[in-house]
């Protein structure tokens, strides 16, 4: 028997990110999920968008539990995942016209979320499509005490780590041609951000 991880709030969330990104990622062909944690958001959204190729990916150390979900869920459009640390590996460009990741910014420190966004420019082409989901910070302001305490408690045990400003993360989308185009509000006082690649850089 495959020993499976498990994590509560993938479960939790899973069925309010489909029912945005069911529309968000309705015209794509290939989605990256970056940091796909236990496999749990892979299986379900690859199984509910059966047009999109879901490449999963994670760093090395998570991998035998994601092959664990896809091995159980054998949809025949998910893909073992890529090893993918933000900070030092790379992704083909234009592999994918759309990206997501969940609940990853602000676990990860400034340098490794500036490198993902970078990472994402690269690998969109335009009009490309980047959702992130998680709890943001908007106009300087938590949206809930809970939200104030979480980021105290992430700062405690790793002061890289904390709830992200949504316009610094604005700020890394523009400088990689990308533009927000929708918020969503999601369950548990956490946001669902779309972004588009507006103008695909070419090399010189």
Do not use: C
Not at 146 to 154: D, T
């Amino acid at each position: 028997m495959n020993h499976k991880p498990f994590a509560a709030a993938a479960e939790r969330n899973s069925q309010p990110i489909l029912d945005v990104i069911r529309e968000e990622f309705g015209g794509l062909t290939s989605v990256l999920e970056v940091g796909s944690g236990t496999g749990q958001h892979a299986v379900r959204f690859a199984a509910e968008l059966a047009h999109v190729t879901w490449q999963t990916s994670d760093v090395a150390e998570n991998h035998a539990g994601v092959k664990a979900w896809l091995r159980d869920a054998g949809l025949p459009n998910i893909r073992n995942p890529l090893a993918l640390d933000v900070l030092t590996d790379k992704v083909p460009a234009d592999t994918y016209d759309g990206v997501f990741s969940a609940n990853t910014a602000h676990i990860m420190s400034l340098a490794a979320v500036e490198k993902m966004f970078s990472t994402v420019s690269a690998v969109l082409p335009e009009a490309g499509v980047f959702v992130l989901y998680g709890p943001f910070r908007i106009g300087g302001n938590f949206n809930s005490p809970s939200n104030a305490q979480f980021h105290r408690s992430l700062r405690e045990q790793d002061a890289t780590m904390g709830v992200r400003h949504l316009e610094d993360l604005d700020r890394l989308a523009e400088a990689g041609e990308m533009q927000r185009v929708r918020l969503y509000a999601m369950p548990a006082n956490n946001q669902l951000v779309v972004w588009k690649k507006v103008n695909k850089r070419h090399p010189t």
